[in-house]
């Protein structure tokens, strides 16, 4: 069965730093794209920032621009998420997402991805 793993997730002060991981199941897995989204408490699930496979090309959402990077592996089963700056609003469970090749819907979209990870939580205390 596919799988991703989110791990690096934990608390911290407003102002510091973590980096999330997410790790797939085998190898070459990314065939499109790799991306975070984030669901707070009593929130719907929002687009946070989508590497694409092809070219490295990152996006993100306004939010996080200038505070959060992006990355991938040298292979293609490892996604990153480097969160500097971090603020009591970043609070909430990170989740990786999988995208195996074009949908319909854009790549800022829940829709686009084909597998999830169970999620990580990270919390920003003031």
């Known amino acids: 069965q596919v799988q991703l793993v989110e791990s690096g997730g934990g608390a911290v002060q407003t102002g510091g730093s973590l980096k999330l991981s997410c790790e797939a199941s085998?190898?070459?897995?990314?065939?499109?794209?790799g991306a975070w989204f984030r669901q707070g408490v009593g929130k719907d699930r929002e687009f946070v920032a989508a590497?694409?496979?092809?070219?490295?090309?990152?996006s993100y959402a306004d939010s996080v621009k200038g505070r959060f990077t992006v990355s991938r592996g040298d292979v293609k089963n490892t996604v990153y998420l480097q969160m500097d700056n971090l603020e009591p609003e970043d609070t909430a469970v990170y989740y990786c997402?999988?995208?195996?090749?074009?949908?319909?819907?854009?790549?800022?979209?829940?829709?686009?991805?084909?597998?999830w990870g169970q999620g990580t939580q990270v919390t920003v205390s003031s």
């Open positions: 997402a999988a995208a195996r090749g074009l949908r319909l819907a854009t790549i800022d979209s829940p829709r686009f991805y084909d597998y």
């Open positions: 085998g190898r070459d897995f990314f065939s499109y794209a």
């Open positions: 590497i694409k496979w092809t070219d490295g090309e990152a």
